[in-house]
């Protein structure tokens, strides 16, 4: 069981936008920042948004986040072949003292 | 180039130890945080420990308290994870990640891994 919640699966076709949802409680994306990360098959993960909506050089302005209260959100507009990822949020715990992620959204691209 | 490289993994018996090494170039090792994060096949993305970029402080998840230690050298611009008394469930591939000054423990470098298998 994941700190953060998040959907197991979305999807899209090519085009569309789609959202990932990444909930939590007060201890943590409540109280700080939300990154996001995605992960190709077979390779490492990488940085695709650092406090809540900002994008690491390199990443394409089709990807945006999002923080409300205790949730977040991941928006993918343009959707392209090559976006079928997982996706990871990620924040830190205040009452746990540890970074946490969430269970990872398998992003399909139909 | 910004480049992390660990090193260190293999297969081993529950009980016994291993260490862990990521080695870093192409940015200032000494400003950054540095992480370890695991990951089990087909699996979600675990966090393990996190280390200030002096040293002073260290932080762990509770599935590894007590058993792994990080460490770093800034001098070689390496940071180390210590795993004691392994366990089945520790099996992963272990990726070490770099956190830069003021960017709320986003880890802007990763590492491609290392895979650890404890296998009796």
């Known amino acids: 069981q994941s700190v953060l919640t998040q959907p197991p699966s979305a999807s899209g076709t090519p085009g569309q936008r789609?959202?990932?949802?990444?909930?939590?409680?007060?201890?943590?994306?409540?109280?700080?920042?939300?990154?996001?990360?995605?992960?190709?098959?077979?390779?490492?993960?990488?940085?695709?948004?650092?406090?809540?909506?900002?994008?690491?050089?390199?990443?394409?302005?089709?990807?945006?986040?999002?923080?409300?209260?205790?949730?977040?959100?991941?928006?993918?507009?343009?959707?392209?072949?090559?976006?079928?990822?997982?996706?990871?949020c990620a924040t830190w715990d205040g009452s746990l003292n540890a970074v946490v992620f969430g269970g990872g959204t398998k992003l399909t691209v139909l | 180039q910004v480049h992390l490289v660990e090193s260190g993994g293999g297969v081993v018996q529950p009980g016994t130890s291993l260490r862990l090494s990521c080695a870093a170039s192409g940015f200032t090792f000494q400003t950054y945080a540095m992480h370890w994060v695991r990951q089990t096949p087909g699996k979600g993305l675990e966090w393990v420990a996190f280390m200030w970029f002096d040293g002073r402080t260290a932080y762990y998840g509770d599935s590894v308290k007590g058993r792994f230690t990080i460490s770093r050298d800034n001098s070689k611009s390496i940071v180390y994870l210590q795993m004691n008394n392994l366990r089945v469930e520790d099996t992963a591939v272990y990726y070490c990640g770099g956190d830069p000054p003021s960017s709320g423990y986003a880890l802007h470098v990763w590492g491609q891994g290392t895979m650890v298998t404890v296998s009796s």
């Open chain 1, 18 to 88: 789609v959202t990932i949802s990444c909930s939590g409680s007060s201890s943590n994306i409540g109280s700080t920042t939300v990154n996001w990360y995605h992960q190709l098959p077979g390779t490492a993960p990488k940085l695709l948004l650092y406090g809540n909506n900002q994008r690491p050089s390199g990443v394409p302005d089709r990807f945006s986040g999002s923080k409300s209260g205790t949730s977040a959100s991941l928006a993918i507009s343009g959707l392209q072949s090559e976006d079928e990822a997982d996706y990871y």
